[in-house]
């Protein structure tokens, strides 16, 4: 099994289709299809990184630019037959190196206590917590989470 890793600059109807395929195969509540393309379509500096096995998308990370410093690490997620092999340090990895050779200092995320295996992720690989939010859409409190490039 040899995992490659794709860089996609800016929006374009394939990415979104890609990305709402992984996302809807991926969660519970995706994101839909009409989001996606409508947000990535005006994010400044939209990077997606894209891991793929034999030719096969499994899992992606998508983010984009918040100031000149500070880069969002928007969505991403490894397939779950795909899931604790590594995948989503890879990918994770891959963002920070390329956003790192552009100049940003941070790199944030939000996530969920639901979702705990990306939160111990982020921490392991030295995002700290640094808030937490509401939005008025979830019943849920977000977690803020930025790392020092």
Same mark, same amino acid.
């Given at each position: @099994? ?6 996609? +600059?800016?929006? %374009? ?10 996302? %809807?195969?991926? !969660? ?9 393309? #409508? ?5 400044? +500096? ?13 899992? *992606?990370?998508?983010? *984009?630019? @918040?100031? %000149?410093?500070? !880069? ?16 989503? /340090?890879?990918? @994770? ?5 390329? &956003? =790192? ?6 790199? #944030?995320?939000?996530?969920? +206590? ?7 992720? +982020? ?5 700290? &917590? ?6 008025? /859409?979830?019943?849920? /409190?977000?977690?803020?989470?930025? =790392?020092?490039?």
């Amino acid at each position: @099994m040899e995992l490659e890793i794709k860089k996609f +600059n800016g929006h %374009s109807a394939a990415l979104v289709d890609l990305l709402w395929f992984l996302e %809807s195969q991926i !969660f519970e509540q995706p994101y839909t299809k009409e989001k996606i393309d #409508r947000e990535s379509s005006v994010k400044p +500096n939209l990077i997606s990184c894209i891991a793929y096995i034999e030719g096969a998308a499994v899992g *992606y990370k998508v983010g *984009y630019e @918040m100031t %000149s410093r500070l !880069f969002y690490s928007w969505m991403g997620g490894v397939l779950p037959e795909y899931r604790h092999q590594g995948i989503a /340090t890879k990918l @994770m990895a891959e963002q920070h190196r390329l &956003v =790192k050779e552009q100049g940003y200092k941070v790199v #944030r995320t939000y996530t969920e +206590n639901q979702y705990r295996d990306m939160l111990l992720l +982020n921490i392991r690989w030295g995002f700290d &917590v640094v808030g937490t939010m509401s939005d008025s /859409t979830k019943p849920k /409190t977000i977690i803020i989470l930025d =790392k020092i490039l």
